[in-house]
């Protein structure tokens, strides 16, 4: 059974930075495309950022180009999402999400899915 688990979330104030990171039970995810999205309170899920598995692509919202950097550890089973210059509009819940998907990531739906962290950014 495929399991995404994300870790890292909090609370962080203004300007600072976390790292989420999302650990994956089954090696053959390492074949697979990788994906954050968020949801805010009231709001729709939105996409944030992906990385393909066969070229490494990335993808990111326009919204957090250059801030957040997206990057996989196969070796660890774990794909992470750093994020700097945080906001208080970034404050979400953000998911993992595996694909086997490698073009247009930002607008795939992505078919296994981890169940969050919260991530509040206090200005």
């Known amino acids: 059974q495929v399991q995404l688990v994300e870790s890292g979330g909090g609370l962080v104030q203004a300007g600072g930075s976390l790292r989420l990171s999302c650990a994956y039970s089954?090696?053959?995810?390492?074949?697979?495309?990788m994906g954050w999205f968020r949801r805010a309170r009231g709001k729709e899920r939105e996409f944030v950022a992906a990385i393909a598995w066969s070229t490494g692509t990335t993808y990111y919202a326009d919204s957090v180009k250059g801030r957040f950097t997206v990057s996989r550890d196969n070796a660890k089973s774990t794909v992470y999402l750093q994020m700097n210059s945080l906001k208080p509009e970034d404050t979400a819940v953000y998911y993992c999400?595996?694909?086997?998907?490698?073009?247009?990531?930002?607008?795939?739906?992505?078919?296994?899915w981890g169940r969050g962290t919260q991530v509040t950014v206090s200005s």
């Open positions: 089954e090696r053959t995810l390492n074949n697979y495309s």
């Open positions: 999400a595996a694909d086997r998907a490698v073009f247009y990531l930002d607008r795939t739906e992505f078919e296994y």
